[in-house]
Structure formats: structure tokens, C-alpha cells
T-cell receptor
Framework: GENVGLHLPTLSVQEGDNSIINCAYSNSASDYFIWYKQESGKGPQFIIDIRSNMDKRQGQRVTVLLNKTVKHLSLQIAATQPGDSAVYFCAENMGGGSYIPTFGRGTSLIVHP | DSGVTQTPKHLITATGQRVTLRCSPRSGDLSVYWYQQSLDQGLQFLIQYYNGEERAKGNILERFSAQQFPDLHSELNLSSLELGDSALYFC????????????FGSGTQLSVL
């Protein structure tokens, strides 16, 4: 997982703000990317995914952007809520027959009411 | 609830001992993954099984072994335990094990004293 990194280890926001969590990856052959949320005492929970043939995908209050040119992935959370407080991981499947998600170190999101 | 069940939730043992962690995947999922999560190493992939057969191996120590049984549940065996093996061990499952999202259990917290 050392090639999947996050720029900010901790992100603090106010309730209602939009949050952006960034992730850099180094393997240009990676073809599938996933964001997970991990709350304290729980396992990682799937949020949203994107394949390399797309550059944007939207879910409920979340958007993932993929920039293959600079090998960058971001997760945008709209109208952040206290329940969004958690550690967020990006993971990549490196392609070439590897279907094992490789996780980055994670970003801790703290939402202040 | 992800549908993935892990037991036990907590395990405390001594160095040199052997333990077995158990995982039941989501109904219908054929693939099981084991990950180790520690503070300094993040989420590290250990091993993957698909329909009873080993499919991929990660940074799994020789002291560790796993298997997937005909009913698709999986066990992770950790032997000759060392202090450094203390970590959260997660099991995840997916339908086919090919470029798809994983569903994680709540983990087993292993403490080696």
C-alpha cells in the first residue's frame, strides 16, 4: 500500500461544509478505485467506486473524481454531517490480473457541529 | 451490517500460542479476503480465497495460514504468536473476487501479551 497515499492525514470541517479528501496513486495500470469509510470499532464500509474509463461518479452526497493524468483521486462529501466523522481510505486495484484492493493509509475526517 | 460475520471479536493470548479466527462471508459471496490492520502499517492484504481455492497471497507470514471450507466460511490460523502480531484482523467477502467492492466484517482484535 505504500504507493497509495493521502495528502492530509486529518481533515477538520464544520457541519454543513463540503469536504474533499484526496488520494494519490502511483500505478498507472490501476483500473478500479474504491473509497471506504471506517468508523471507530467497525470494519471499512464501501462508499463509492469508479473504474478507469470514467472521470467522475456521483452517489448520495458523495462524488468521486479521477484524474488519470496526474494519478489523483478525490472524494467529495456534500453538506458534511457529524455522522460522516470517520477514517476514509482510498484503495486501488492495480490491474494486470490483480484484483486485490491495495489501501492507502487513510484520512481522518472530523466534523464539528 | 455488512453481512460478513467474524468471531471472536476480541482475543487475548500469550506469545508462542496459536489462535484461529473465523469468518462467514455474505450469503452468495464466493471470495474471502483477510487483511491485517495495525497503527503503523495500515490495512495490509494477507490472502484471498475463491470457492475453496487460494487465489492470491499478500504479505502473509509463514506462521500464518488460512483455508476456505466447502460451506465457504474461512479460518485464519496464526501460530507462534509474537507481540508484533497484535492487530485488528479483518475478513472481507465479494461475489466473484474480480474487480469489485469488498464487504468487511467488524474484525477480530488480537492482543498478544
Amino acid at each position: 500500500g505504500e504507493n497509495v497515499g493521502l495528502h492530509l492525514p486529518t481533515l477538520s470541517v464544520q457541519e454543513g461544509d463540503n469536504s474533499i479528501i484526496n488520494c494519490a496513486y502511483s500505478n498507472s495500470a490501476s483500473d478500479y478505485f474504491i473509497w471506504y469509510k471506517q468508523e471507530s470499532g467497525k470494519g471499512p464500509q464501501f462508499i463509492i467506486d469508479i473504474r478507469s474509463n470514467m472521470d467522475k461518479r456521483q452517489g448520495q452526497r458523495v462524488t468521486v473524481l479521477l484524474n488519470k493524468t496526474v494519478k489523483h483521486l478525490s472524494l467529495q462529501i456534500a453538506a458534511t454531517q457529524p455522522g460522516d466523522s470517520a477514517v476514509y481510505f482510498c484503495a486501488e486495484n492495480m490491474g494486470g490480473g490483480s484484483y486485490i484492493p491495495t489501501f492507502g493509509r487513510g484520512t481522518s475526517l472530523i466534523v464539528h457541529p | 451490517d455488512s453481512g460478513v460475520t467474524q468471531t471472536p471479536k476480541h482475543l487475548i493470548t500469550a506469545t508462542g500460542q496459536r489462535v484461529t479466527l473465523r469468518c462467514s462471508p455474505r450469503s452468495g459471496d464466493l471470495s474471502v479476503y483477510w487483511y491485517q490492520q495495525s497503527l503503523d502499517q495500515g490495512l495490509q492484504f494477507l490472502i484471498q480465497y475463491y470457492n475453496g481455492e487460494e487465489r492470491a497471497k499478500g504479505n502473509i507470514l509463514e506462521r500464518f495460514s488460512a483455508q476456505q471450507f466447502p460451506d465457504l466460511h474461512s479460518e485464519l490460523n496464526l501460530s507462534s504468536l509474537e507481540l508484533g502480531d497484535s492487530a485488528l484482523y479483518f475478513c472481507a467477502s465479494s461475489v466473484e473476487g474480480n474487480n469489485e467492492k469488498l464487504f468487511f466484517g467488524s474484525g477480530t482484535q488480537l492482543s498478544v501479551l
